[in-house]
C-alpha cells in the first residue's frame, strides 16, 4: 500500500474532502433542486406512500490513495419488501428496503455501470468532469426514472408487467 504521508498535502482527509466537493456541486444542487432532502449518503423525496431516493455507494475497494463511488436510485412503498421478506418495516429505508432499484449508469443507453475516481494521481480538473457527469446523469436519467413512479400504482404497474428492453437491468428484474 502507497503511503499519502510522503505526498504533501494528500491524506484520506484530502480525498473525502475532494469527494464531498464534488458531490456538494453535483448531487446535492440537483437533487435538492428537486425536492430531495440529505442524509449522510441518501437522498431522498416523496410521500407516505413512495419515497425515491437516491444514494452513494462507496467502492469497498477504497484506500488512502483512491476513492471510487458510483449512484443507485430506488423507490421505497411502505409494506411490499417486508412483507415479501418477512421482516419488520423499516423506519429509515435503505437501498435494500425498495421493490424497485438501479445502478444510475445501467439507466443509460449505454447500460454500463459507472464508477467515478478521484485520487491522489487526479486533480481539479478530473474533479470538475465528474461533478459535470454526475449533474448530466441525474438529470437526464435518474430523475425521468424515478418520476415515473410517481404512485404506489404507478410501482404495482411496473411489478406487475414485463419489463420493457430500457428496464432489463432494473431490479427485480
Known amino acids: 500500500m502507497i503511503s499519502t504521508k510522503s505526498m504533501p498535502g494528500m491524506d484520506k482527509g484530502t480525498l473525502n474532502g475532494r469527494v464531498g466537493r464534488i458531490l456538494r456541486e453535483s448531487l446535492d444542487a ?9 442524509g449522510h449518503t441518501v437522498y431522498h423525496r416523496g410521500s407516505e406512500n413512495v419515497l425515491h431516493m437516491v444514494d452513494v455507494q462507496y467502492s469497498r475497494w477504497n484506500d488512502p490513495t483512491s476513492k471510487s463511488f458510483t449512484l443507485n436510485c430506488s423507490i421505497y412503498v ?9 421482516r419488520p418495516e423499516p423506519k429509515e429505508p435503505k437501498a435494500t428496503d425498495c421493490c424497485i432499484s438501479a445502478r444510475g449508469g445501467m439507466l443509460t443507453e449505454s447500460h454500463l455501470d459507472v464508477w467515478w475516481g478521484v485520487s491522489v494521481e487526479t486533480g481539479v480538473e478530473v474533479d470538475k468532469e465528474i461533478a459535470e457527469e454526475i449533474t448530466t ?19 404495482a404497474e411496473f411489478l406487475s408487467t414485463d419489463p420493457v428492453e430500457a428496464d432489463k437491468y432494473v431490479d427485480p428484474r
Open 137 to 155: 446523469m441525474v438529470s437526464a436519467v435518474i430523475l425521468p426514472f424515478l418520476n415515473r413512479f410517481p404512485s404506489e400504482m404507478d410501482v
Open 78 to 86: 411502505p409494506g411490499v419488501t417486508s412483507t415479501f421478506m418477512g
Open 30 to 38: 440537483e437533487l435538492l433542486r428537486h425536492g430531495f432532502k440529505k
